[in-house]
């Protein structure tokens, strides 16, 4: 049986056309009449998530994605249709409802423990961690109505986390708090994903449904008109939207340089079968492709790729010239391609592939293209630093110089 499994579910609201706000109003509108307009949030969704599956939901505003998380979590009945669902579940769509201003920080984080349903035993233990992943160790005995909205939806989500259930619901979470928190929440979802938690994501961040998602849902007025991959559903909800197009004009008019004497025509990222991917398991090899028009006659191009962080800096970079490759006299009107295989051994996230050509001396650059593919990586164990080195521990209790007990890491364990 699939985790969460929806037929025909149906969701209308009534919108009324005027809001009375005062006695008077109130009392003209039993003689004028209150008229409405039907809002169908939902129309006839199917839909089915199978146990371990980490499912995004995308859409624009108002195609019924928040309406779905809630009518799964039953927060909303539907009006017609049946909804399954097999397993406790954890529904994280407002942070910090039941939070009161007038209690502290830890009182806050113990109520909202107990609607959650904590372990009793664990917590103690449980609040304590919930208050530092959120960074307020120094402000638990202060009131929650002296800290900042920010700091507050930091709060929701570290006690939230804490909660222990077979499907997370998540509605627009992932923006909470600053920079270094989002990094934490960040690798706390990677690590529910490598748990196989059923887990569905509302979420406006298509970087985000590359990066975690198994699988991507879109949602047009209501109804769900694209359902796999997050490669494959992605762009046709930026297509949709008129966005596609635009995104690519825009890479290309602000992060292109050169005098075109040879430019790229495109570049793509493939596994070892030659299939173009936009995700990779980390520590698996994978090819990077770029292919050239030679527009004019080149002595010795040198050519090249570097890979880049998501905040720009390079993790990687070569070329034909520091690898000791000739690459001969091109002439215009000829093409070439240049492949570059390599392992994707990096923490998770998602790195963008520069490519460029340069002359032979490396004194004009022809063409340079800052993001010329994109891969996310995910699977990794790494939780600080950039590559995954393969590091292995191994322990051993010695006695008189001779190892008496020894214990190698099991598979699949952190890093």
């Known amino acids: 049986m699939a985790a969460i499994e929806l037929r025909d579910v149906h969701k209308t609201f009534r919108i009324p056309h005027e809001v009375h706000t005062t006695l008077t109003e109130r009392v003209l509108s039993g003689f004028r009449g209150t008229t409405y307009e039907r809002f169908e949030a939902l129309r006839g969704v199917d839909l089915a998530i199978e146990r371990g599956t980490f499912i995004g939901v995308i859409g624009g505003n108002g195609s019924g994605k928040s309406t ?3 009518i799964m979590s039953g927060l909303l009945p539907p009006d017609r249709g049946e909804v399954h669902v097999d397993g406790s579940m954890s529904a994280l769509l407002e942070l910090g409802l039941g939070f009161s201003a007038e209690l502290t920080v830890r009182e806050n984080v113990e109520l909202y423990a107990a609607v959650l349903g904590y372990p009793r035993r664990e917590v103690r233990w449980r609040v304590d961690e919930a208050i530092t992943f959120a960074g307020l160790d120094r402000f638990r005995d202060a009131k929650l109505k002296n800290l900042s909205t920010g700091m507050r939806a930091r709060l929701g989500f570290a006690t939230a986390l804490q909660a222990e259930s077979d499907i997370l619901l998540l509605d627009e979470i992932l923006a909470v708090g600053d920079a270094d928190f989002q990094l934490k929440c960040l690798d706390v979802f990677e690590q529910f994903r490598q748990q196989r938690r059923t887990i569905v994501l509302v979420t406006h961040d298509l970087g985000q449904v590359r990066r975690f998602c198994h699988r991507a849902v879109l949602l047009e007025q209501g109804r769900i008109t694209a359902d796999g991959d997050p490669d494959a559903v992605v762009p046709q909800y930026l ?12 890479v290309d008019a602000l992060h292109r340089q050169g005098d075109g004497v040879i430019r790229c025509q495109r570049a793509w990222i493939e596994d070892e079968e030659g299939r173009e991917i936009g995700r990779v398991h980390s520590g698996e090899r994978v ?11 080149s002595d010795e191009p040198v050519l090249g790729f570097a890979v880049k962080g998501e905040d720009g800096s390079v993790i990687y970079s070569f070329n034909t010239n520091w690898q000791g490759m000739p690459t001969e006299r091109v002439r215009a009107g000829q093409c070439v391609e240049l492949r570059a295989p390599l392992v994707a051994a990096l923490r998770n996230g998602r790195y963008d592939v520069q490519v460029a ?8 650059i022809h063409d340079m293209l800052e993001r010329a593919a994109t891969i996310v990586v995910h699977g990794s164990r790494v939780r600080h630093g950039v590559a995954d080195l393969q590091g292995r521990l191994e322990y051993r209790i010695l006695e008189d110089g001779l190892a008496i007990t020894q214990v190698m890491p099991a598979r699949g364990g952190r890093r």
């Open 239 to 250: 297509h949709s939207v008129g966005q596609l197009d635009l995104a690519l004009a825009k």
């Open 68 to 70: 779905l998380l809630k």
């Open 287 to 297: 090819v990077l492709v770029a292919v050239y028009e030679v527009v004019q006659d």
């Open 357 to 364: 050509v340069a002359d032979r001396g490396l004194t004009r």
